[in-house]
């Protein structure tokens, strides 16, 4: 059983610019989300996708976009990239839908530095 | 507002000197919770859930538990290999982790 994998490790961009990041699930999960880490602090919830739709929103601009594919592989876009978005940005899958309700497994995170 | 706050911040044990962490909740309707201990730069790794006051779940040295408003992480002789950030967030359609409390284990 393969796990959630995460693409790429690192990146850096300059302030301004757009990036994409991207995530496979876990084999067997149907729901993504993805999550803000930044130094020190707890996971922030961005938003979970479920069969190819946005189900769920955490208090993020909408510069903040994403993707589920019909296999289940999901991409986080960010544009206008702000100094403030340097962080370790976490994919997490689940089997159901009520993704607060189920444990998520992780992926090893794309650490993103904004310069 | 709901939050989630654990505590200590921060704490440096021995090896084999027990200890406990400390999750608190001020969300609404408490629907349980989950513990995730995460080490530095990977993502969190899944431990328990537990669903209602009462519940006590146990892994190896590690052993959680649930009341109304708090949970517990009771580490029992704690190893080195027991240091990571330890994180437990609300079982909620809205999910919300604390910061985490950072566990080094001294040899």
């Known amino acids: 059983e393969t796990g959630v994998t995460q693409s790429p490790t690192h990146l850096i961009k300059t302030r301004g610019q757009q990036v994409t990041l991207r995530c496979s699930s876990q084999?067997?999960?149907?729901?993504v989300s993805w999550y803000q880490q930044a130094l020190g602090q707890g996971p922030q919830f961005i938003f979970q996708?479920?069969?190819?739709?946005?189900?769920g929103r955490g208090n993020f601009p909408p510069r903040f976009s994403g993707l589920q594919f019909p296999n289940y592989s999901s991409e986080l876009n960010v544009n206008a990239l702000e100094l403030d978005d340097s962080a370790l940005y976490l994919c997490?899958?689940?089997?159901?839908?009520?993704?607060?309700?189920?444990?998520?497994?992780f992926g090893p995170g794309t650490r993103l530095t904004v310069l | 507002e709901d939050q989630v706050t654990q505590s200590p911040e921060a704490l440096r044990l021995q090896e084999g000197e027990s200890s406990s962490l400390n999750c608190s909740y001020t969300?609404?309707?408490?629907?349980?919770l989950f513990w995730y201990r995460q080490d530095p730069g990977k993502g969190p790794e899944f431990l328990f859930t537990?669903?209602?006051a009462g519940e006590e779940k146990e892994k190896e040295r590690l052993k959680a538990t649930l009341t109304k408003k708090e949970s517990f992480l009771h580490i029992t002789a704690p190893k080195p290999e027991d240091s990571a950030t330890y994180l437990c967030?609300?079982?909620?359609?809205?999910?919300?982790f604390g910061k985490g409390t950072r566990l080094h284990i001294l040899p």
């Open positions: 967030p609300n079982r909620d359609d809205k999910i919300i």
């Open positions: 969300v609404s309707g408490l629907r349980g």
């Open positions: 537990l669903y209602s």
């Open positions: 084999s067997g999960h149907n729901t």
């Open positions: 996708y479920y069969r190819e739709e946005e189900n």
């Open positions: 997490a899958s689940s089997v159901s839908l009520q993704v607060g309700y189920n444990e998520q497994f």
